[in-house]
């Protein structure tokens, strides 16, 4: 499976400082090595369950691979993962960059151990409440589901952005991180986004499975330390 849209959370330390010209600096995690739960539909799986919960490995060949950290360069940050009118997820480009980016990762992001960080510049007002108001990061990105013997592996991360969000997938230790809005779904919903791959059955399934965790709430992310 190619393209899958996910998203991943870490709270953001409170090491914060300000510039003459009224930004700040945060130092942050923004993603992490270990496990992450998802939903056969939300993955698009075939011949699967769309309701079962699947669990997705992320390793540290994927997490520090160069062209993964190099997609993370500079990327663009956000309040929450934008959307359109619709309410679907859509992708920070040159052509919404105004309307959405509220600052950026200063370079390339940097490897700590098992998670990966660097510095946030955030330079508006709004921005800098939420992270004064104890939001956490999450990542927005794409990446491919790998099958090995029955366990499913991320592969081939893309970022497209970092966003401000309540509550993050990767834990405590990436506070300004992913988003839980796999299993678990962020507090705002959102519902899958239908990539060009997906096929109508696949999509369905995904937005059966929105409705279903929507509706019980399945807690599944995990803490800093990967339980």
């Known amino acids: 499976l190619t393209g899958i849209q996910l998203a991943d959370r870490i709270s953001v330390p409170t090491q914060r400082t300000m510039t003459d010209a009224g930004q700040m600096h945060v130092p942050c995690k923004f993603a992490r090595t270990g ?32 062209a993964s950290m ?39 992001p940097t490897r700590d151990e098992d998670t990966l960080g660097g510095t946030l510049i955030l ?18 990105y794409v990446c491919d589901i790998e099958e090995i013997d ?9 970022a497209n952005h970092i966003a401000i969000v309540n509550k993050g997938r990767a834990g405590s230790s990436c506070r300004i991180s992913d988003e839980a809005d796999a299993v678990r779904l962020a507090d705002d919903h959102p519902e899958p986004m239908r990539w060009d791959f997906m096929n109508d059955e696949a999509y369905e399934n995904a937005m059966k499975c929105w409705h279903l965790v929507e509706a019980n709430e399945y807690a599944g992310s995990t803490d800093a330390n990967g339980k």
């Open 35 to 66: 496990s992450q739960l998802y939903t056969a539909g939300q993955l698009g799986l075939p011949n699967v369950d769309a309701s079962k919960v699947v669990t997705v490995l992320r390793d540290e060949a994927t997490v520090f691979d160069s």
């Open 70 to 108: 190099e997609s993370f360069r500079s990327a663009p940050v956000t309040i929450g993962h934008p959307k359109d009118a619709d309410g679907k997820p859509i992708a920070v480009t040159a052509e919404n960059a105004k309307e959405l980016q509220v600052g950026m990762l200063e370079g390339m």
């Open 123 to 140: 330079t508006t007002d709004e921005a800098i409440k939420a992270i004064e108001d104890d939001q956490e990061l999450s990542a927005g």
């Open 150 to 158: 029955g366990k499913y592996y991320q592969r081939n991360i893309r």
